[in-house]
């Protein structure tokens, strides 16, 4: 027979295994799985549907195919993905040590929650300054400016204490990306610093004494706290992107083991559904009607 026109599903990607299951080892061979015995069934349907009314008499020459057409399979998903096997991970991914480090999701969540309120609180300041005395617009852009300051600060921090992250993480996984340089992180921070320092004199420039200490004290205690939940933040998203990279890896890694192991079983799948069709109990024509 020609080549088929049923096209061999493509190995699952990382974004569309679903937040539930994305640290379940099993994960991507059990959707693989699934839409593998559904292409089977269809192309026991193209296979025996090619010979028309002759389909029946045909049967076991197209379930002989069997082997040939788990091949197919094999080639594509008994392979062990972009990267090479790392033991300790993948053992640790199935015994489920790697998932007590993932990071709560609920956790980042909240620290960014806490992050985008304090944010707001640097630009309530300046809009109450403005409602309160005679500053002009300028002190909520100011107001902005600091906030944005501050984040990049807690940028940089975050970056020069990615250290403790790799230790939080067994070595063994490999699973931190390359660092970009301490001198880059160095430069968000101090840059960052030096730009809060002076956003904050600016923003004091010409107030009352006893106002300029609110104002001061506010600005200073809302930038440490913008700095801190970045930092917070960064890590701990840092941490659960990596994490999340690397399971997929084990993900992938587990399926093609068990999609190697499982060549016997899509034969007799295979094999079943021509068997099915050939009694008439789905169609070799159209849409299958996958028997059970």
């Given at each position: 027979?020609?080549?088929?026109?049923t096209?061999?599903p493509q190995?699952?990607e990382?974004i569309?295994?679903?937040?539930a299951?994305?640290?379940?080892?099993?994960a991507?061979?059990?959707?693989?799985n699934?839409?593998?015995?559904?292409?089977?069934?269809?192309?026991?349907?193209?296979?025996?549907?090619a010979?028309?009314?002759?389909a029946?008499?045909?049967?076991p020459r197209?379930?002989?195919?069997?082997?040939?057409i788990?091949?197919?399979?094999?080639?594509?998903?008994g392979?062990?993905?972009?990267?090479r096997?790392v033991?300790?991970?993948?053992?640790?991914?199935?015994?489920?040590?790697?998932?007590?480090?993932?990071p709560?999701?609920?956790?980042?969540?909240g620290?960014?929650?806490?992050?985008?309120?304090?944010?707001?609180?640097?630009?309530i300041?300046?809009?109450?300054q403005?409602?309160?005395?005679?500053?002009?617009a300028?002190?909520?852009?100011?107001?902005?400016?600091?906030?944005?300051a501050?984040g990049?600060?807690?940028?940089?921090?975050?970056?020069l204490?990615?250290?403790?992250?790799?230790?939080?993480?067994p070595?063994?996984w490999?699973?931190?990306?390359?660092?970009?340089?301490r001198?880059r992180?160095?430069?968000?921070?101090?840059?960052?610093?030096?730009?809060?320092?002076g956003?904050v004199?600016?923003?004091?420039?010409?107030?009352?004494?006893?106002?300029?200490?609110?104002?001061?004290t506010?600005?200073i205690?809302?930038?440490a706290?913008?700095?801190?939940?970045e930092?917070?933040?960064?890590?701990?998203?840092?941490k659960?992107q990596?994490?999340?990279?690397r399971?997929?890896?084990?993900?992938?890694w587990?399926?093609?083991?068990?999609?190697?192991n499982?060549?016997t079983?899509?034969?007799?799948?295979f094999?079943?559904?021509?068997e099915?069709?050939?009694?008439?109990?789905?169609?070799?024509?159209g849409?299958l009607?996958a028997?059970?």
């Amino acid at each position: 027979m020609s080549d088929s026109s049923t096209t061999l599903p493509q190995r699952t990607e990382r974004i569309s295994i679903d937040a539930a299951r994305r640290f379940r080892i099993d994960a991507v061979f059990i959707d693989e799985n699934t839409r593998l015995k559904e292409w089977l069934a269809q192309r026991a349907n193209e296979e025996l549907g090619a010979f028309g009314v002759n389909a029946r008499e045909h049967a076991p020459r197209v379930a002989a195919r069997a082997p040939s057409i788990v091949e197919e399979v094999a080639l594509v998903f008994g392979v062990g993905g972009e990267h090479r096997i790392v033991p300790a991970l993948l053992n640790d991914a199935r015994n489920g040590t790697f998932q007590t480090h993932i990071p709560s999701r609920a956790l980042i969540a909240g620290v960014t929650i806490l992050l985008a309120l304090a944010v707001a609180g640097e630009v309530i300041v300046g809009v109450l300054q403005v409602l309160l005395s005679d500053a002009g617009a300028a002190v909520i852009f100011q107001s902005v400016l600091l906030a944005v300051a501050a984040g990049l600060a807690g940028l940089g921090l975050g970056g020069l204490l990615k250290r403790s992250l790799a230790r939080s993480i067994p070595a063994a996984w490999k699973a931190l990306p390359p660092e970009a340089g301490r001198g880059r992180h160095l430069s968000e921070f101090v840059v960052g610093l030096a730009a809060v320092g002076g956003l904050v004199v600016v923003r004091c420039y010409g107030l009352e004494a006893e106002e300029r200490l609110v104002v001061a004290t506010l600005s200073i205690f809302l930038s440490a706290l913008v700095i801190i939940l970045e930092v917070l933040r960064g890590y701990h998203d840092t941490k659960y992107q990596c994490l999340w990279w690397r399971m997929f890896d084990a993900q992938v890694w587990d399926a093609s083991e068990r999609h190697r192991n499982a060549r016997t079983f899509y034969e007799a799948h295979f094999m079943a559904q021509v068997e099915a069709l050939a009694e008439g109990k789905g169609t070799t024509r159209g849409t299958l009607v996958a028997a059970e």
